[in-house]
């Protein structure tokens, strides 16, 4: 769906008959930028601004008449115009909270007062007679015509849209920003020193602009960005309101519980074939960064420099459950790197398999490094740091080469710009990375798809799927979800599970990537909706999908039987397009 832009709209007079407007241009340059324009009338009914702007992903406020003085504090100046109480209250009221609940934005000639004003700053209340040496900016020209420049700072969110710099603009205003409100800083400037421009540093985007960009969009396309710019910002916004239904938990009756999430499946050759609830969902990939993380450990020359098994890649690419299996392989490849655990910065912590936490219990001893279901993968990277030459004590900075490697690695992977990638730390102290869910998929696409990534990355794609899908054990362990759907498949689909609800799957025979995510961050609905999707793609059925049973439909027990179920609702919907950014 189109992010939803609302568009207060006032009243041209106060007459019985009179109609609610919103001038035409920017109803237009809405939609050219891609978004669906919403009005919001100023009425005099009980609808609260959180009501109102609960509906859309992002606020547009128009030009129109002066606002009230008494709003700022001041008495009416005989210059002052026309003034609508209505819309003043409507639109003060509609800024304040778009601004306090973070949602995108643009404020236009009186768009800009109000912004200014609903956040604790002044106006002039007549440019001619308060600014002696103010320039004419009531135009007589044209609407298109622009009739004096501004000067657009750099590094400003409308230098981003517009460039920075010197820019002509058309000029229809006598009243204007005076005092600037708390926090926003002031990006373009007419030569009088008048404010054409500010905005919100702390905020995804707040802007206002002084100039009517939208009567400028059909002849000069560069103002259509500004709206383009808030369009955008309201999809990544609007992003977490469309998620679908996953999963329904079923006691007795009726419906207890509802999942909710988003989903993409991707081709190696960049289309998005189907889509859940919202495919540029952003999110961290948490542990579903491990097959790339193992990729930079191979490319590093490590897995050749130290005779990396195939098992033990495997390890380094998974998420290892704790057993002797796993443990043994991480302190062999640890030993030939003349290391031991006290170098892995994952810490201590319990197997995630119960038998080997009751084995461990019973020996009496404590859970170690080795145990961390990430050791594999910390292993690989300071195997990665010694084969670079790097040093290893570090190796979990973000600036340390062994992590700016698997940056770099991964967004070329991920097709995305290396500096638009967003930056977390793991639960195991390495950092992880945000993206898109399709872009996820994509990624896993092309590591089932060697020969779809770039000439340098190919080789190491292929040693670690291979790895994973000869060793399913070792990906995550016996009775794992990521084990058991590898296994089922007869090594056809690869899957990786990431930390709040996160799954990725690579279909190598089809050159598909699958992303899926449980908004809520936990799995409940996750692995039955995934189950169920698959099946939906043919890529499941028969005896895989029985062997696959208690992930497929989770039944929780009591004494007296069957409490509670899980029952997946999700399907996927045929998309075939090309990639979002
Ligand atoms: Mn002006």
Redesign the pocket.
């Known amino acids: 769906m189109r992010p939803r832009i609302g568009i207060p709209a006032g009243r041209a007079d106060a007459s019985a008959d009179a109609a609610f407007h919103v001038g035409a241009d920017y109803v237009r340059a809405v939609e050219a930028a891609g978004g669906l324009p919403v009005l919001l009338p100023a009425g005099e009914g009980p609808v609260l601004p959180e009501e109102a702007l609960r509906g859309v992903d992002g606020l547009l406020l128009a030009g129109g008449g002066d606002v009230a003085p008494g709003l700022y504090g001041e008495q009416p100046h005989p210059r002052l115009g026309p003034v609508e109480p209505d819309r003043d209250r409507w639109e003060l009221a509609l800024a304040r909270r778009a601004l306090a609940a973070g949602l995108p934005v643009l404020g236009i000639c009186r768009g800009i007062q109000v912004l200014n004003v609903a956040d604790g700053g002044t106006l002039y209340q007549d440019l001619e007679a308060q600014l002696p040496d103010a320039l004419q900016?009531a135009q007589k020209a044209p609407r298109w015509h622009r009739s004096?420049p501004?000067r657009i700072e750099p590094e400003s969110l409308l230098a981003r849209l517009v460039g920075a710099g010197e820019l002509a603009?058309n000029?229809f205003?006598h009243q204007?920003v005076r005092e600037v409100a708390p926090g926003w800083r002031v990006t373009a400037v007419?030569p009088d020193g008048?404010v054409?421009a500010m905005e919100r540093p702390d905020l995804p985007f707040a802007l206002g602009i002084?100039?009517h960009a939208e009567n400028l969009v059909a002849r000069e396309p560069r103002f259509l960005r500004i709206f383009q710019g808030l369009v955008e910002a309201a999809a990544a916004r609007g992003r977490h309101a469309e998620a679908e239904v996953l999963g329904e938990v079923w006691r007795g009756e009726s419906v207890e519980s509802v999942h909710r999430g988003h989903g993409a499946v991707v081709s190696a050759g960049g289309e998005l074939l189907y889509e859940l609830g919202q495919p540029g969902f952003v999110t961290s990939l948490r542990s579903a960064a491990k097959p790339f993380q193992a990729m930079a450990v191979i490319e590093s020359g490590a897995a050749d420099e130290f005779a990396i098994s195939e098992l033990e890649l495997a390890v380094i690419a998974g998420s290892h459950s704790g057993t002797r299996a796993h443990t043994a392989l991480v302190e062999g490849l640890l030993g030939r790197l003349r290391l031991d655990r006290s170098a892995l910065v994952c810490g201590p912590r319990p197997p995630l398999d119960a038998a080997a936490r009751r084995e461990l219990a019973l020996s009496g001893e404590s859970p170690t490094e080795l145990h961390h279901t990430c050791s594999g993968k910390h292993t690989g990277m300071l195997a990665a740091a010694l084969a670079m030459g790097a040093p290893v004590d570090g190796y979990a900075a973000p600036d340390h080469p062994v992590q700016r490697a698997v940056r770099r690695l991964l967004a070329e992977v991920a097709g995305v710009d290396e500096a638009a990638l967003k930056q977390g730390t793991d639960g195991c102290g390495v950092p992880t990375w945000y993206l898109p869910l399709e872009r996820m998929a994509y990624a896993y696409a092309r590591l089932g798809r060697p020969q779809s990534l770039p000439e340098d990355h190919r080789a190491g794609a292929g040693r670690v799927v291979h790895a994973m899908l000869n060793h399913p054990e070792m990906v995550e362990g016996p009775g794992e979800f990521d084990t058991a759907l590898i296994q089922a498949s007869g090594g056809r689909i690869l899957a990786k599970t990431g930390a709040e609800g996160l799954l990725c799957l690579a279909v190598p025979e089809r050159g598909w990537g699958l992303a899926l995510k449980e908004e809520d961050g936990e799995r409940r609905a996750l692995y039955p909706a995934a189950l169920a999707l698959l099946e939906q793609l043919d890529l499941l059925g028969g005896r895989a999908a029985e062997q696959l049973e208690r992930w497929r439909h989770p039944v929780q027990r009591g004494g007296q039987g069957a409490l509670s179920e899980v029952r997946p609702v999700a399907r996927w919907t045929p998309a075939a397009r090309p990639l979002g950014g």
Request: net charge negative; hydrophobic share 50%; charged share 10%.
């Open positions: 900016h004096h501004v603009v000029s205003h204007a007419a008048v054409e002084q100039f």
